[in-house]
Nanobody, 116 residues
Framework: QVQLVESGGGLVQPGGSLRLSCVAS????????MSWYRQVPGKERGWVAW????????SYADSVKGRFTISRDVSKNTMYLQMNTLKPEDTAVYYC?????????WGKGTLVTVSS
C-alpha cells in the first residue's frame, strides 16, 4: 500500500528555519518524481518545489526561490524541504506528492505556522 508521511512542521518565528520530511513507502520502484505543495485554508493548493527521480534536477516556485531547498535521499525513500528565512505568508499546510507511472499520490500534510 502506497503511503506518504510528512513531518517537521510547527511554529516558527519570521526569519526562522524548518526542515520538512516526506517518507514514501509501498512503491514498486524509486523511479518517481516528488514535489512539495502548500495550501492555505480557503485557497487552492499551490506548487512549491519539484525534484527529479534521481535528485539531479530541481525547480521552485518564484515565491520560495532562494529560500527553500528541495532534496531527496533515494536510499531512504525520503524527500526534504529546507525552508529558510520564513515569512508569515509561508504559513500553510505542506503536502508531499509523488508522481509514479502516471498517477499522483498525496500525503496528509504537515502544518507550518510562521508567526511572532
Amino acid at each position: 500500500q502506497v503511503q506518504l508521511v510528512e513531518s517537521g512542521g510547527g511554529l516558527v518565528q519570521p526569519g526562522g528555519s524548518l526542515r520538512l520530511s516526506c517518507v514514501a513507502s509501498g512503491f514498486t520502484s524509486s523511479m518517481y518524481t516528488m514535489s512539495w505543495y502548500r495550501q492555505v485554508p480557503g485557497k487552492e493548493r499551490g506548487w512549491v518545489a519539484w525534484i527529479s527521480a534521481v535528485g539531479d534536477s530541481t525547480s521552485y516556485a518564484d515565491s520560495v526561490k532562494g529560500r527553500f531547498t528541495i532534496s531527496r535521499d533515494v536510499s531512504k525513500n525520503t524527500m526534504y524541504l529546507q525552508m529558510n528565512t520564513l515569512k508569515p505568508e509561508d504559513t500553510a499546510v505542506y503536502y508531499c506528492k509523488v508522481r509514479h507511472q502516471g498517477m499522483d499520490y498525496w500525503g496528509k500534510g504537515t502544518l507550518v505556522t510562521v508567526s511572532s
